[in-house]
């Protein structure tokens, strides 16, 4: 059984789709161990209250320094051994040392095809703002491992959206969840949990 916890920020769509994808089966041999959050009122937290799994938040703002953040933020990490760490719209930057506990076993769900519109200042809104400044008709989300730059880690599964004439930065994100997020965070999660995927030479393989 894999045991993941799931980091989120806000809304926790994304914490969903993964909670009803454990529910029905579309992911398969995985325990949802914990549910933290950066932000008291993430709606994220109440969902996962709702399904009896247990969640908490952690935030910079109640420490005087990044580093006691860090510190503390990983050793409640290792305190519910998760095989998995799955960031689904987690807005804080993790920790160098906990990149390096968990190498390529934490993963990001991010919501354009990188390496477009990725990296520091590219979250929520701003990605799709940005993909519709430039006109590009296809977009898209992607799963990556979380290495210790911004979006750069190896990318497991991609998919594409298209950009539709007349779509707003709101319309645009909703697509992109519906459509792309919500489908290819859950397979991820199935295929690690499943022994489908390696990272081998900085890529990650998936077996069929
Ligand atoms: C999603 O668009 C995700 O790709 C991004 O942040 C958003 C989180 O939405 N990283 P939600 O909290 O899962 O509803």
């Not at 910079?60 to 990490?77: A, H, M, Q, Y």
């Not at 979250?123 to 993909?131: C, D, I, R, S, W």
């Amino acid at each position: 059984m894999l045991r993941i916890v799931v980091l989120v920020s806000g809304g926790g769509t994304n914490l969903q789709a993964v909670i009803d994808a454990v529910s029905s089966g579309r992911i398969t041999n995985t325990e949802i161990a914990g549910v933290i959050s950066n932000n008291k009122s993430a709606y994220a937290l109440t969902r996962a209250r709702q399904h009896g799994i247990p969640a908490e938040c952690i935030s910079p703002k109640d420490f005087g320094t990044r580093e006691e953040f860090n510190s503390v933020f990983l050793e409640k990490i290792k305190e519910l051994c998760p095989d998995l760490l799955v960031l689904a719209g987690f807005l804080v930057v993790i920790p160098a040392a906990m990149v390096e506990e968990y190498r390529n076993r934490i993963i990001n769900i991010h919501p354009s095809l990188i390496p477009s519109f990725c990296g520091t200042g590219y979250y929520g809104l701003k990605v799709h703002e940005a993909a519709l400044a430039r006109g590009v008709k296809l977009t898209g989300a992607t799963v990556h491992f979380v290495d210790e730059g911004t979006d750069t880690g190896p990318i497991l599964l991609q998919k594409a959206v298209e950009v539709k004439s007349g779509d707003t930065p709101e319309t645009l994100q909703r697509r992109v969840m519906e459509e792309a997020e919500w489908k290819i965070l859950p397979q991820a999660i199935d295929l690690i949990a499943n022994g489908k995927v390696r990272v081998e030479n900085g890529a990650a393989v998936i077996e069929s």
